[in-house]
């Protein structure tokens, strides 16, 4: 009994929402105050983009669908093992993807020789508005990755909505997950980052 009331203390301890600071995606303080992995967490990048953390897939293996590289070829996230893998799932006509990619994009230079940051185009168009969006907006470090069949989207049952971002560890084991657009230079988030060190 007294480890149930403990739980529901640090949970409580960990939901006092009103404390943080607005403008700054939040999660590293709350998830180490002791709330539950299972709860959602909200998250407001400075520019008003919001999203949501959540752990609730935390263990799970990264699905095996094949997508395609820049030169066309299969691959698969199981490609990218032996190090932590930040997956973005991402069309060119979805606006809080298209704002976060930026960030992305700088974030993939700056943590070449830590993990792999990739992104995987759901565009039924296939490559073609993915090179126009990446030369539009000056992308230099993400490679093209494209998925015109929606497999990545239907090993997910199709339950996630654009963009998804996916962290997995060295193992190819998820660690969180947020849904909607963020900046990924954002302080908190690359705490949130070194969860799959």
Excluded: H
């Excluded at 263990?59 to 691959?75: M, R």
């Excluded at 508005?129 to 069949?149: H, M, Q, Y």
């Amino acid at each position: 009994m007294r480890s149930v009331i403990a739980l529901i203390l640090l949970v409580l301890a960990g939901c006092d929402k009103e404390s943080q600071p607005k403008g700054q995606a939040q999660p590293a303080s709350t998830a180490k105050s002791g709330a539950s992995q299972t709860s959602d967490i909200n998250l407001e990048s400075p520019n008003g983009m919001r999203a949501t953390l959540s752990y609730k897939f935390a263990g799970q293996k990264a699905p095996t669908a094949v997508f395609a590289d820049a030169d066309g070829q299969d691959v698969r996230l199981a490609d990218f093992a032996g190090k932590p893998l930040l997956l973005n799932v991402w069309a060119t006509w979805c606006a809080p993807c298209k704002a976060e990619m930026p960030t992305l994009d700088a974030l993939a230079k700056l943590e070449k020789d830590r993990m792999n940051v990739i992104v995987v185009s759901q565009d039924l168009e296939g490559r073609a508005p993915v090179l126009a969006f990446f030369e539009e907006t000056g992308v230099k470090n993400l490679e093209p990755f494209t998925d015109a069949d929606n497999a990545i989207l239907a090993a997910f049952n199709n339950a996630i909505a654009l963009p998804t971002t996916i962290l997995y560890n060295k193992d190819g084991q998820e660690v969180w997950r947020i849904a909607g657009g963020v900046e990924w230079d954002d302080a908190e988030l690359a705490k949130l980052l070194r969860k799959a060190d």
